[in-house]
């Protein structure tokens, strides 16, 4: 079964050995997240050793600037722009130093997730398990996916918990190719996943419409069908098209518009009917699905 404790490595607090952390503009520490922690950093300079409780990746943005890392006493100098990822693993300490104005992301990663999602991967080889650091590597899909935790931090979305989720185990993967002991080394052949069965697939449906309001998690999802989240987030998408979060909120839209078309509800109640936290949020997600306001949409019918 896929598991990965609530309360995780990812959310302990990283322990400073020497020099200052500074504060985060931004943390998702607070709001409950399974399996990663996002932060979002500015400030002047940089001059810190610690020891990460799980695994970290950094991705920089704004002017390139130089960083020093120092790790198992050897020094590294390179200067880190837009884009630029560096990976470390936990454990070990590791110092940084930069001077000038330092703009980064930093996505504190379970180590247990990673173990779960190789363990019940269909094309990860298991002696793929094992992570290395990296220094400052341009990487587009890092990058594409640290902007979209910003996003869910800065502008938590209607069905954030398992958008977060979902992309969390996209971040495991991606790690798993590309910065593991033995990456670039083709895999064994494995089986392609299946699709799911037509049963299953209307049982996760009458469960999504059902539940619509609440903040699924990709867990709660997958376990109406018995199946572990990455396998299900990946059978889901060959069956359908779509990721399930995706499939969710078009069903939240679809519900949505039925209310504006059959009913005098405010638009604030339909928000909350539709698992939005707020007007704001449900009128942005709604603009993006159909290209018009909820208002606009109700004036229409």
Not at 55 to 62: D, K
Not at 100 to 110: I, P
Not at 115 to 136: K, M, R, T, Y
Not at 209 to 231: C, F, K, N, W
Request: hydrophobic content about 45%; charged content about 25%.
């Amino acid at each position: 079964m896929f598991e990965v404790a609530h309360v995780d490595q990812a959310t302990a607090q990283p322990a400073v050995v020497a020099g200052r952390l500074p504060a985060p503009v931004a943390s998702s520490r607070l709001r409950g997240w399974n399996w990663l922690v996002v932060e979002r950093f500015c400030a002047e300079g940089l001059d810190v050793v610690m020891r990460p409780p799980a695994v970290l990746v950094t991705l920089h943005f704004g002017p390139r600037v130089e960083f020093v890392q120092t790790r198992h006493h050897q020094v590294d100098r390179r200067r880190l722009g837009q884009g630029d990822a560096t990976v470390t693993t936990a454990g070990e300490p590791k110092g940084w130093q930069a001077r000038g104005r330092t703009e980064f992301a930093a996505v504190w990663l379970d180590p247990a997730l990673i173990d779960n999602v190789a363990a019940h991967s269909d094309d990860i080889a298991p002696e793929q398990l094992e992570l290395v650091d990296n220094f400052g590597t341009p990487d587009a899909q890092l990058e594409r996916m640290g902007l979209s935790l910003l996003l869910e931090l800065e502008h938590e979305q209607c069905a954030a918990g398992i958008v977060v989720e979902s992309l969390a185990i996209e971040l495991a993967v991606h790690l798993l190719r590309r910065y593991s002991k033995v990456a670039g080394v083709e895999s064994p052949a494995r089986p392609a996943a299946c699709t799911l069965a037509a049963s299953k697939l209307r049982r996760v449906s009458e469960y999504l419409d059902s539940h619509l309001r609440d903040d699924l998690t990709l867990a709660e999802i997958a376990q109406v069908v018995g199946m572990s989240p990455y396998h299900f987030a990946r059978r889901f998408k060959q069956s359908t098209g779509i990721a399930p979060h995706q499939y969710l909120i078009a069903r939240r839209m679809a519900r949505a518009k039925a209310l504006l078309r059959e009913t005098d509800l405010p638009i604030g109640e339909i928000a909350h009917r539709v698992g939005c936290s707020n007007q704001s949020h449900f009128s942005t997600l709604f603009h993006r699905a159909e290209a018009m306001t909820p208002r606009m949409f109700r004036h229409m019918c």
